[in-house]
Every structure is written in structure tokens, then in C-alpha cells.
């Protein structure tokens, strides 16, 4: 199960309660799939937007990770920030793609 999503959540109050609201989140997944161990990453987000920043959801993200069971974190380092139009191009769609594979293969290899 792979999660690529926050840059929106960094508004308002919901930076504060992403953490938790993805737990449950994933949780429910789970318990709906009856798959409680179903690995999940999720990958942390860019800063999209002029003067956005994205810090908070990012820690709320891998806070999210390191407390859910079967569960890992992508992280930003490394990657390239191609946007067009604010929105992110082929070249960094690749290699989120290719950090949160790896970051399943390191989780599956526990």
C-alpha cells in the first residue's frame, strides 16, 4: 500500500493531526482488506508551491511510520524538485517511484 499525499494537509490545523489521522487511516485499510499486516510506505512531499512548507507534514508522516506495524517512510533526500505549472514532472514522479520501491524492498526484507 503505497501513500503519496500531504502537501494540502500542511494548512490549517491538519498538519497537527496527520500523524494520527493516517494511522487510522491505514488501520482501517487493514481491517477492511483483512490484511493486518499489509505493508504500507508512504512517501514524504515537496514544497509544490510558492512559499508552502511542507516540514510538518513530513514529520507527521514519518512519525505515522515509525508507529504503525510493517510500515516505512520515503524520504525527500536526493530527489530531484521538477515542477511544471507547480505540480511535479515526470522526472520526480520516477524517482519517488523508484524511493518508495526501495523502501518496500528494505521493509520486506525484515
Not at 511510520?65 to 533526500?77: E, G, P, Q, T
Not at 511535479?88 to 520486506?108: N, T
Request: one cysteine or more; hydrophobic letters at 35%; glycine letters at 10%.
Amino acid at each position: 500500500f503505497f501513500w503519496f499525499q500531504g502537501e494540502s494537509d500542511q494548512k490549517g490545523h491538519h498538519a497537527a493531526t496527520y500523524s494520527d489521522n493516517l494511522q487510522g487511516f491505514v488501520q482501517k485499510v487493514r481491517v477492511d482488506l483483512s490484511c493486518p499486516r499489509l505493508p504500507f510506505v508512504a512517501s514524504q512531499v515537496f514544497d509544490g508551491a510558492v512559499g508552502m512548507d511542507c516540514s510538518n507534514v513530513n514529520q507527521q508522516i514519518e512519525q505515522a511510520c515509525s508507529k504503525l506495524d510493517n510500515a516505512a517512510c520515503s524520504r525527500l533526500v536526493g530527489r530531484p524538485r521538477c515542477f511544471k505549472d507547480g505540480h511535479m514532472g515526470g522526472e520526480g514522479l520516477l524517482k519517488v517511484g523508484a524511493d518508495m520501491a526501495s523502501a518496500y524492498v528494505r521493509l520486506s526484507d525484515q
